[in-house]
């Protein structure tokens, strides 16, 4: 278990005598806010039409937390100590309350990742009629998951020993540094430092050659290629490049942080780390590492492919011959990602 550095949950910041002090609860409850904020503004920005799927169900579900937290804190920094069925709930409790959510928080990634992965490669054997009816399925999956591993945090020997001796320190509030969040931050960055580095050529011509345009009222993007071309349209070969350059056209800010965090090795709370950005970064990363497995699924009909709620998985592809878009009046064949 590695823990944040203390900082103390009734931290007072004395600047002067004569100023008033700074509790250390109004910057947590300013930090939980925020998140907050940025849960709202991401769920607003994302693409409507979408599929039912797991991933979706459990950004929902942790935006509902994250917000149950911040009423927790408000709720008891308000009353300061006050006494709800029998239970006396005072300043110590939002340190508890914190800790005990960036401990689930924290064990969460690998889990959330597994069957988010799961869900989408069985997504290529199901159709769209079937699609729609796995609403309850999912709520029920995303609260099962919930349970077990809040069930784990508090059954845990060693969480409840280091919980515990907060209630005899309670100076101190150290947050739970996920290493769950690292490794799998580590491993999405090597991969896509690898595909990067082996199809760099491809990715370099294609920048230069792709076009941007409007097909059936939808942003696409055009990938010319060659019509002696020796691969076909569903190679890995093929798509792999043009994965690159549809996911990093996204989220390339989000990946130069998260290059930016492992290089410097800082420490984020769990509670800070596991949000909903990094769910969707994480989200499709699936979706393209899916498709690229599957790539010779992508053009069945009767497949219901999943959609990326910030990426466009859109390639359309024309040959390298034809140099006037306004000519064309429909490409010669479509990948609907």
């Not at 690998?110 to 399925?137: E, G, H, M």
């Not at 509030?173 to 769950?180: A, E, G, L, V």
């Not at 345009?213 to 349209?233: A, D, I, K, Q, R």
Request: hydrophobic share 50%.
């Amino acid at each position: 278990m590695t823990a944040l550095s203390s900082e103390n949950c009734s931290f007072q910041y004395q600047l002067h005598q004569a100023n008033q002090p700074l509790d250390g609860n109004c910057l947590l409850f300013l930090i939980i806010l925020g998140k907050i904020l940025l849960n709202i503004l991401t769920l607003g920005m994302r693409r409507k039409i979408t599929y039912q799927n797991f991933m979706e169900y459990f950004c929902i579900s942790l935006a509902f937390i994250d917000l149950l937290l911040l009423v927790n804190i408000s709720i008891i920094s308000y009353f300061r100590d006050f006494v709800l069925l029998g239970i006396r709930f005072t300043k110590y409790h939002i340190c508890l309350f914190t800790q005990i959510i960036s401990f689930t928080y924290g064990f969460l990634h690998y889990p959330v990742f597994l069957i988010a992965c799961i869900d989408y490669y069985l997504n290529f054997s199901r159709t769209t009629k079937l699609a729609f009816k796995c609403q309850k399925f999912y709520l029920f999956i995303v609260i099962l998951i919930w349970i077990s591993v809040l069930a784990y945090v508090l059954g845990d020997p060693a969480i409840y020993q280091s919980l515990k001796a907060q209630n005899v320190y309670s100076y101190q509030c150290p947050f739970y540094i996920s290493i769950q969040s690292y490794w799998l931050s580590f491993s999405m960055v090597v991969i896509l430092f690898m595909a990067f580095l082996t199809s760099w050529s491809e990715v370099t011509a294609l920048v230069q050659a792709v076009r941007m345009t409007s097909y059936m009222n939808e942003t696409v993007l055009y990938f010319p290629f060659s019509s002696h071309c020796s691969y076909t349209l569903s190679s890995k070969k093929t798509l792999l490049p043009k994965f690159i350059i549809c996911f990093l056209g996204t989220w390339l800010p989000f990946v130069l942080l998260q290059v930016i965090i492992l290089l410097l090795k800082v420490q984020i709370p769990a509670f800070i780390e596991m949000n909903i950005p990094w769910l969707y970064f994480v989200n499709s990363f699936l979706i393209a590492t899916v498709y690229w497995f599957n790539c010779h699924k992508l053009n069945l009909r009767d497949v219901a492919l999943p959609v990326d709620p910030f990426v466009n998985w859109k390639c359309c592809f024309i040959p390298l011959t034809i140099h006037n878009l306004e000519q064309i009046e429909k490409p010669i064949s479509i990948i609907i990602c």
